[in-house]
């Protein structure tokens, strides 16, 4: 079927954002979409409760160690949406807090969930949450990062990031996932999110892994020595 002028004007947009606005001009729109949502102490409560109760239940999608199932959080709500859609922000925290040992378990990312919708849901929820939004939530658990716009400009002695990619490069219809990076003996791995393989020596080559043709928009380095 033939494309209308409308559909060829979204997708000429959507390549253009990747390769013509800068990271920090996107991560800056994130954060105003995640200064002006609200979300009403009444619906948190609600679905705290909710989430809870889900969580907490035979059919849970949480298991014991990283979250790396985020497809399978359908019915985990988050903002106007749930967590399969636009929750990858919140469970990258999540997995960063885990690989810390500062926490696990249903009543933890249900908090972080409440967390997320009083202070960093994007447009309610629906585009998740900004890198800024983040590191905000981090320094409230007590752990120091910073933001690295630059691939070449990774700390080689990080061993736990947080990253936001698009999917592709060259479009934002494959749309952005953040992820989780974590180094052991073996390497560096990538939690809640495809990688072509399971460890790679740097940092740089193990966000190049995920994806179809991944590009950094930025990266929130943690050192653990630090805290």
């Known amino acids: 079927m033939e494309q209308t002028g409308w559909e060829r004007f979204k997708h000429k947009v959507a390549k253009w954002i990747p390769t013509h606005i800068s990271p920090k001009t996107i991560v800056l729109f994130y954060g105003l979409f995640d200064r002006l949502s609200f979300i009403g102490r009444s619906v948190r409560n609600k679905h705290r409760a909710y989430n809870e109760t889900v969580l907490s239940g035979e059919d849970s999608p949480l298991t014991n160690g990283y979250i790396d199932n985020q497809s399978q959080w359908k019915d985990v709500l988050f903002g106007k949406r749930d967590m399969a859609y636009s929750g990858c922000e919140i469970m990258a925290v999540y997995n960063a807090l885990y690989a810390l040992g500062k926490g696990s378990g249903y009543k933890l990312i249900a908090e972080l969930i409440e967390e997320f919708e009083k202070s960093g849901a994007a447009m309610g929820g629906i585009i998740g949450s900004s890198p800024t939004s983040i590191k905000r939530h981090l320094k409230k658990h007590g752990i120091k990062s910073r933001i690295v ?8 002695d990080t061993d736990l990031a947080i990253v936001t990619v698009y999917n592709d490069k060259n479009t ?3 749309q952005i996932h953040t992820i989780t990076f974590t180094r052991d003996e073996n390497g560096f791995s990538a939690h809640n999110a495809y990688s ?3 460890y790679y020596t740097t940092l740089k080559d193990a966000i190049g892994g995920v994806g179809t043709d991944p590009k950094m928009i930025c990266a ?3 050192d653990k020595k630090s805290l």
């Open 149 to 156: 716009w630059q691939e070449d400009k990774l700390d080689p």
């Open 172 to 174: 934002l219809y494959s």
């Open 196 to 198: 072509r393989q399971k």
């Open 220 to 222: 929130i380095e943690i």
